[in-house]
């Protein structure tokens, strides 16, 4: 498969959290391509046969709970298209101390269901990334499993 990997990191989390999940599919014969959504094409949704959204949750323009702001350039391109049945999978970085935990999460959720796209696996929401690392990874990778299993093989 062809597979969109649009992400966008403040420290660094989200990057290494896609990579892992990049490398776990492009294992399976999988071709990744991992892009900051600044760098991203409305139309290469429609050329890839799954997209991920990553990115942590932050306080944008005093709304807590957003998407990384390189997403909002991307995401305001995809108003008013479809791309009906089209796999997505989205993958978060938060701080449970926060009142929206993983907001970009439900953010990302909103987008794909008015792109009429469907999620292929449960969203993922990960908590403080750096502060219990060898559990956040393993939970990357067991959800990376899961994308894995759901995809058809080659």
Same mark, same amino acid.
Request: charged share 0%; hydrophobic share 70%.
């Given at each position: 498969m062809n597979i969109l990997l649009l992400y966008a990191t403040n420290s660094g989390g989200t990057q290494q959290a896609s990579q892992m999940v990049a490398s776990l599919l492009q294992e399976k014969g999988h071709t990744v391509s991992m892009k900051n959504p600044k760098e991203s094409k409305t139309d290469e949704i429609a050329g890839a046969d799954l997209i991920i959204f990553a990115s942590p949750s932050w306080d944008y323009q005093d709304k807590e709970g957003q998407p990384h702001e390189d997403f909002f350039p991307f995401l305001e391109s995809l108003k008013g298209k479809t791309f009906e049945n089209k796999p997505f999978a989205i993958l978060g970085l938060g701080d449970s101390s926060y &009142?929206?935990?993983?907001g970009a999460v439900d953010e990302f959720e909103k987008v794909v269901q008015n792109l009429k796209g469907k999620l292929v696996v449960p969203s993922l929401k990960i908590d403080g990334y750096y502060l219990r690392m060898d559990e956040n990874n393993q939970t990357v990778r067991d959800w990376g499993s899961k994308l894995? &299993?759901?995809l058809p093989t080659r």
């Open positions: &009142a929206h935990f993983c894995i &299993a759901v």
